[in-house]
């Protein structure tokens, strides 16, 4: 059963042609890896996947449902969520108070000018387990803003998840770290693909990060995609070796 | 254990602290009628602090906790202080009515408003919120036969309430008005506070703090800012429709843009992130006006020069300290 495939789907700004007739599936549990060199079209990938704007030809089906044309926050109340390149976080707030707004508007109380207390109750559970689960819980009442790179990493990640959602995408989620703070992040995303069965998209420049987590492999080059297969396929496959692994070693 | 222990504690300890902080408050308010004329105050310069300090705080709704600026907003406490005043003057003599009907008026044409502006981001949306304003101002300015025009309306005196047996002669007893506005000011101020402390007013402020990560969320970043608008019409012309009673009198400058950039300065040298600061702006600024312009006809000179300083030294407003929590 696929989580999401992807057919045919292109994007033009203008005559530049960022992402041409890419079509790629996901099975359900999988992770897979989108990975290729600068300007090869990954963030654009997945902005058409997420519907930060439409594709310009093309489908996504998304567990079954064409949503090719439905909007970005219809997406994540369907059950996709994503962290972005550059840290999107409320940084005036604390930890707790990210994920609570997370947990609570997924919870489908956005509106809500008040909640009863099972209610509450509820989110509070919610909220503890997410703090768990991304290792943030000496830090609950930091405001995010004040954290460490890492640690707001987590706290959207952990925000992310408090969506409950079936498909996680993550955009370069390493991007800028030290060694410490990739090999954290790293251990969390495997442990939320082998110990919760989350089905993950992630984008990566770190190949470390990308050999040691990922099922399949994906690889863009100049907006169209290489090769897809897995970590042992890709490192061997001459074509990706020639336009991607080779300039990069 | 230990770790999650402390900080229940911490929380425990800063809940405490809160109520204090918000008993201080109320003590300082409810008393005073009784220290103001000590320095030199009077109960009519307390009620009027109360109204204009209840504008700007209901602007702040807005400007502080949903990160949306709008310089229009004396429109919608403009439409208030007509609504209530046309009430008393043709309709009936009821305080009571004349306050729903100044509410029902700013806060429906707000919500009107707001659905056609709640696109707009930015200096574009600030733009908008003037030229509806203007637009405002227009018809109370030129609508001779209904506002008075230039003139304003006149005739019109608060009426006393009737409580059963028991009448509150707000029309004659300064001190009687100044505990009606303020319970009416806490009631407004009440109302917005449980809001922003409930998940809509949480979303409010995910929009503030990061817009494109509310929207990916999942919340409707667009219907959440205007139902911020609407809900802050509604608020700002409460303190509009009991500015008309303070008053007994309507005039079109209470829906000229000199006014919202009077409440925006009251709520910014206040402190837009803390929920009192533009009570204590609103003060600063009344004060001033009340003492300065007896010396000059320039006082609005040394306000923008009091804004200066504040916004110098101060950036976050004279209650922005506050805002800093602690470290650990």
């Known amino acids: ?249 | 254990m230990s770790v999650t222990a402390a900080g229940a504690v911490d929380t425990a300890r800063s809940a405490d602290r809160r109520w204090l902080v918000l008993a201080a408050i109320w003590l300082v308010l409810i008393a005073a009628p009784l220290w103001m004329p000590l320095i030199g105050g009077y109960t009519s310069l307390g009620t009027r602090i109360l109204v204009l300090g209840l504008a700007a705080t209901a602007l702040n709704f807005l400007i502080g906790f949903t990160g949306v600026v709008s310089f229009g907003h004396a429109a919608y406490f403009g439409l208030g202080v007509y609504g209530a005043g046309l009430v008393l003057r043709y309709l009936a003599p009821s305080t009571p009515l004349a306050i729903v009907a100044g509410i029902l008026l700013g806060g429906v044409i707000g919500t009107i408003v707001g659905a056609l502006i709640a696109r707009q981001r930015g200096i574009y949306f600030a733009m908008v919120t003037i030229a509806f304003e203007q637009i405002f101002y227009y018809i109370g300015y030129k609508w001779d036969a209904v506002t008075g025009g230039f003139d304003g309306l006149r005739g019109f005196q608060r009426q006393p309430i009737h409580l059963g047996a028991f009448v509150l002669d707000i029309q004659k007893n300064d001190l009687a008005f100044y505990y009606f506005v303020l319970f009416i000011f806490a009631l407004v101020v009440g109302l917005m506070g449980f809001l922003l402390r409930s998940p809509f007013g949480r979303t409010l402020l995910a929009i503030r703090e990061n817009e494109r990560r509310a929207r990916f969320l999942g919340i409707s970043v667009n219907r959440h800012i205007w139902l911020a608008f609407s809900i802050s019409s509604f608020l700002i012309a409460a303190a509009g429709a009991l500015y008309a009673l303070l008053n007994d009198f309507a005039d079109p400058s209470s829906l000229y843009f000199d006014l919202s950039g009077d409440l925006v300065i009251m709520a910014v040298l206040g402190g837009i992130r803390n929920f009192w600061g533009p009570l204590l702006g609103a003060a600063v600024f009344e004060v001033l006006q009340d003492y300065i312009s007896s010396q000059t006809v320039n006082w609005l000179f040394f306000i923008g020069l009091v804004f200066v300083i504040v916004v110098m030294f101060f950036p976050r407003g004279l209650l922005g300290f506050f805002h800093r929590r602690r470290q650990t």
């Open chain 1, 1 to 249: 059963m696929s989580m999401l495939e992807v057919h045919n789907a292109s994007k033009h700004f203008g005559s530049l042609v960022a992402v041409r007739e890419v079509s790629l599936t996901v099975a359900k549990g999988e992770l897979r890896a989108i990975i290729g060199p600068n300007g090869a079209g990954k963030t654009t990938f997945f902005n058409l996947i997420t519907g930060f704007f439409p594709p310009t030809a093309g489908e996504i089906i998304f567990d079954g449902q064409n949503v090719t044309e439905v909007s970005a926050a219809e997406r994540v109340k369907r059950g996709m969520a994503r962290t972005f390149q550059i840290t999107e976080v409320f940084p005036e707030l604390s930890v707790r108070e990210n994920i609570r707004i997370a947990a609570e508007v997924a919870a489908g109380y956005a509106l809500r000018p008040w909640l009863r207390a099972e209610e509450t109750r509820n989110i509070a559970a919610v909220v503890e387990e997410m703090i768990g689960l991304t290792g943030l819980a000496g830090k609950v009442e930091r405001l995010v803003g004040e954290l460490a790179h890492g640690d707001q990493r987590a706290v959207e990640i952990a925000m992310a998840l408090a969506l409950r959602p079936r498909l996680l995408l993550l955009d370069e989620p390493t991007a800028g770290m030290g060694e410490q703070e990739t090999y954290e992040i790293a251990g969390l995303i495997r442990k939320l693909h082998r110990d919760k069965s989350y089905t993950i998209i992630l984008v990566e420049h770190d190949m470390r990060v990308v050999f040691h987590l990922a099922d399949r492999i994906s690889v863009l080059d100049q907006g169209a995609l290489l090769a897809d297969g897995t970590p042992e396929q890709i490192a061997s496959d001459p074509a990706v070796q020639a336009a991607y692994l080779g300039k990069a070693a």
